[in-house]
């Protein structure tokens, strides 16, 4: 059985930094893309950033680039995402999702849309609040 599990949120101050992490179990990330996405309260899902299966790229929305982070160790089987100067408008929920193989990754749709990937973890909360 496939489980993704993301672990590392909690409550921080804007300008702070957050690392999530990203866990697999019943599935090996070295054959995996993995993407992050976010929902705040009242706001539909959206699209943070994405990493291929060998890790070697990677692509961010635009409110991420520069500040977050997305970086893969296939040999912890796990994919991390670190979140620098972090602003109040960053608090969501965030999760990771995973889709197999390396064909889909060409097309900026398949990346960004949350539907496209084959497995999802169940999110984890993140506030930027003083």
């Known amino acids: 059985q496939v489980q993704l599990v993301e672990s590392g949120g909690g409550l921080v101050q804007p300008g702070d930094s957050l690392r999530l992490s990203c866990a697999a179990s019943?599935?090996?990330?070295?054959?995996?893309?993995v993407g992050w996405f976010r929902q705040a309260p009242g706001m539909e899902r959206e699209f943070v950033g994405v990493?291929?299966?060998?890790?070697?790229?990677?692509n961010y929305a635009d409110f991420a680039k520069g500040r977050f982070t997305i970086s893969k160790d296939n040999t912890k089987n796990a994919v991390d995402l670190q979140m620098n100067n972090l602003k109040p408008e960053d608090t969501a929920v965030y999760y990771c999702?995973?889709?197999?193989?390396?064909?889909?990754?060409?097309?900026?749709?398949?990346?960004?849309?949350?539907?496209?990937?084959?497995?999802w973890g169940q999110g984890t909360q993140v506030t930027v609040s003083s």
């Open positions: 999702a995973a889709r197999y193989g390396s064909a889909w990754y060409a097309s900026s749709r398949n990346r960004k849309s949350w539907d496209s990937y084959d497995y």
């Open positions: 990493i291929n299966y060998t890790g070697g790229n990677t």
């Open positions: 019943g599935l090996t990330f070295s054959s995996y893309g």
